[in-house]
């Protein structure tokens, strides 16, 4: 959702695009999808040779994709499928776009700050904590806004 100012609103992605012509629709087929990652997703499906060769799209539902079958390359930031499957579903949906490699970037870099950060504060460099703050505050600018909190008394 952080790329949201960036990519557009979410969309609803039908996970089986096969599917998108039934009167009722199964909640299991339907998932939040950015703009770019749905329109590149379109209404692929993978073809019964593809099936054979091990290609179709990762259920985030049904099982674990990112740290067991996708990792980022800690250099390049693309995303690498460690099987057949997921390499299909990194290639299908996009997920190497420019667009997402330079958020994963970005994001690679904050954490970077946040780890150096108590080098910064041990050593009292104020001009570097203030270049931080407005970093993460412009960063923070693009993300999803605060949503209120419920109150203590409903939990």
């Not at 997703?41 to 993978?46: G, I, L, N, V």
């Not at 593809?50 to 099982?63: M, T």
């Not at 995303?79 to 299909?88: E, F, M, Q, S």
Request: charged share 25%; hydrophobic share 35%.
């Amino acid at each position: 959702m952080q790329h949201m100012a960036r990519c557009g609103p979410l969309e609803v992605d039908h996970f089986d695009p096969r599917k998108k012509t039934l009167v009722f629709q199964d909640y299991a087929n339907l998932f939040p999808a950015s703009r770019s990652c749905n329109g590149k997703k379109s209404d692929w499906w993978p073809t019964e040779e593809e099936k054979r060769a091990g290609c179709r799209f990762l259920n985030p539902c049904e099982e674990m994709d990112y740290d067991e079958q996708i990792l980022e390359h800690p250099i390049s930031h693309e995303l690498i499928g460690l099987n057949p499957a997921a390499r299909w579903h990194i290639r299908m949906c996009g997920l190497n776009a420019p667009l997402l490699i330079l958020e994963r970037q970005k994001r690679a870099s904050h954490w970077q700050t946040i780890k150096d950060s108590m080098f910064v504060m041990k050593k009292s460099n104020y001009a570097q904590l203030i270049e931080m703050v407005t970093k993460y505050n412009e960063e923070v600018a693009l993300m999803v806004p605060l949503i209120k909190y419920l109150p203590k008394t409903s939990i």
